[in-house]
């Protein structure tokens, strides 16, 4: 009997819900609770018609309130809370689950409201409250980071006695008919993309100016796309875990027309997140902003195109200079046809349930707080291509990077 909770019902919601129920061996229980209830219901009354998944229930949780979020997982008891709701959120879902003795999973690191930063030392600090409870944290538990971060792991495993250069490159050419949208929550993508570029490089990080490092990449199935180095949060983790690593990177790929968006909105204070006041009213620029922004959720319909993510390494085996690329592609409409949610929610939404599967089947194990990099890759691998993200690799091929 294995129960979750899942908090958050916007497009990562729904994929992962959708996935958990596609799998009621390991499943047997779900309960999808978020700020908004009826959202949640929407997904229920989807999973019951399309899935015939009947052990589903919702409820209203606010995730920032601890005795609220004990509440429920005590009238549920769940074994596993999957938290796809905000960054914000972490370490309340954190401290809920360390009061009830129930396992955490999220696809975000946590970020404070009043700051756009983020980083893995909260989180990190919850290391020996959890290990003394005997419970587990995986971090990072979607595409990127997720699977970037189990791509890493088997180039190491696998393929490298050393890996000394790493290049996650992210592509989504997909087309959503929209002048500008964010693919998943507009504040936190906001809030990312337009922060410093920084990345890796002989034991220090390096800053950029946004969007400064530009180099026209080539992806599979999609052909050249203009890619931006930023910083991604995987970074943090995977220099640490792996500690021949020299070098280390993340690139993005953004439309022009993209980034004359992106620009305007910033110029304009429109990206801002200290309060202004409007009407007598305080608000935070970027709040608005999300508001009046297409709802990611809404976007799969007329979305065609593929996402490809992965991993360009190169490195040191049996003495000898190799590379090596892994990635996957992802098509919107795919992703939309089998769930009613694009691909950047499908993308995290199949690793985030995998994750949780890999726990509650025993593949993954342990206690404390963990990035999804430090467990071993074969299994969720496995078993990764079954589930809706079919992956691919190459030896020794041109990195261009
Ligand atoms: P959405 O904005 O579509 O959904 C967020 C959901 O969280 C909404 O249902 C929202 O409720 C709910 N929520 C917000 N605040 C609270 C709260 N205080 N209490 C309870 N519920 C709350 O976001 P996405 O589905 O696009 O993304 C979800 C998460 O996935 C984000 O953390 C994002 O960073 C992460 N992500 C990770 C990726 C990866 O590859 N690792 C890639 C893409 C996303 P309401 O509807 O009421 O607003």
């Known amino acids: 009997m294995s129960k979750v909770l899942i908090i958050g019902a916007g497009g990562v919601g729904r994929v992962t819900t959708f996935k958990c129920a596609q799998h009621p061996e390991v499943f047997t229980g779900i309960m999808l609770a978020s700020r908004t209830k009826s959202k949640c219901d929407v997904i229920a009354a989807d999973v019951r018609e399309q899935l015939g998944y009947q052990a589903i229930e919702t409820a209203a949780v606010d995730a920032e309130n601890v005795p609220e979020l004990v509440a429920l997982i005590r009238a549920y008891q769940p ?21 009830t003795g129930v396992h955490y999973l999220d696809t975000a690191n946590y970020e404070p409201k009043e700051e756009a930063k983020f980083e893995y030392s909260w989180q990190w600090a919850y290391q020996d409250r959890f290990k003394e409870k005997g419970i587990l944290a995986i971090l990072g538990c979607g595409f990127d980071p997720g699977v970037t971060s189990i791509f890493t792991a088997r180039a190491a495993k696998h393929f490298f006695d050393e890996i000394h250069y790493l290049d996650i490159v992210d592509a989504n050419a997909g087309d959503h008919g929209k002048a500008f949208a964010t693919n998943f929550n507009p504040e936190i993508n906001i809030r990312e993309i ?50 021949t690593i020299k070098r280390a990177r993340f690139w993005m790929t953004f439309g022009d027309e993209y980034l004359t968006h992106l620009r305007v909105i910033q110029n304009i204070g429109m990206a801002g997140i200290e309060p202004v006041m409007h009407k007598g009213m305080e608000i935070i620029p970027l709040e608005f902003l999300k508001s009046v922004l297409p709802d990611p959720g809404d976007l799969g319909e007329n979305y065609t195109g593929e996402t490809s993510i992965g991993c360009r390494v190169r490195g040191i085996k049996d003495g000898q200079e190799k590379t090596y690329y892994i990635w996957n592609n992802c098509s919107h409409e795919a992703a939309f046809k089998e769930t009613g949610a694009q691909g950047v929610s499908y993308t995290t939404g199949v690793p985030a ?30 078993v990764l291509g ?16």
Not at 386 to 401: F, I, P, R
Request: contains cysteine; charged residues 25%; hydrophobic residues 35%.
């Open 79 to 99: 074994e596993l809370v999957i938290h796809v709701a905000l960054p914000y959120q972490d370490l309340t879902i954190m401290d809920a689950c360390l009061e």
């Open 386 to 401: 079954k589930h809706g993200l079919e992956w691919h690799e190459a030896e020794n091929v041109d990195l261009e990077l």
């Open 194 to 243: 337009t922060q410093k570029g920084r990345y890796w490089e002989n034991g220090q990080w390096i800053e950029t100016e946004p969007h400064e490092i530009m180099k026209v990449l080539n992806y599979p199935d999609i052909g050249p796309k203009n890619s931006y180095l930023i910083y991604h949060e995987e970074l943090e983790s995977l220099v640490k875990n792996f500690p």
């Open 353 to 382: 349930m995998t994750g949780a599967m890999m726990l509650l089947t025993g593949k993954w194990g342990g206690t404390g707080v963990k990035n999804v990099e430090e467990f071993d890759p074969d299994p969720f691998l496995d």
